[in-house]
């Protein structure tokens, strides 16, 4: 993301949205991407701990197949967390890769 990220958030939201729409007609697994994209799509708009709800309206404004228990199951995983020290323990995971 870089600099990029933080200067243009609206071509961000639009680049993620585009990215939605295409998850959205491939064959998902039990938790595709377009979940937990929807959930920092939702956190960067603002809401700080959105809900199954915040995730379906997203995804189905780009005509996404929503499972409610998939959505369910992400936020309360989340429950609790800050998405930014979810993102970092993330990355430091990935530096041991």
């Known amino acids: 993301f870089g600099s990029r990220f ?16 295409a ?12 979940y ?7 956190v ?7 809900t199954a709800g915040d995730i379906q309206k997203i995804l189905e404004s780009v005509e996404a197949e929503y499972d409610a228990d998939v959505a369910e199951k992400l936020v309360s995983e989340l429950s609790g967390k800050a998405v930014h020290e979810v993102v970092k323990a993330g990355k430091d995971k990935l530096k041991n890769f």
């Open 6 to 21: 933080w200067l243009q958030p609206h071509a961000l939201l639009s680049r993620v949205l585009a990215s939605l729409g």
């Open 23 to 34: 998850v959205a007609r491939r064959p998902s697994a039990a938790m595709s991407l377009k």
């Open 44 to 50: 960067l708009a603002g809401k700080e701990s959105p």
């Open 36 to 42: 937990p994209a929807a959930y920092l799509m939702a």
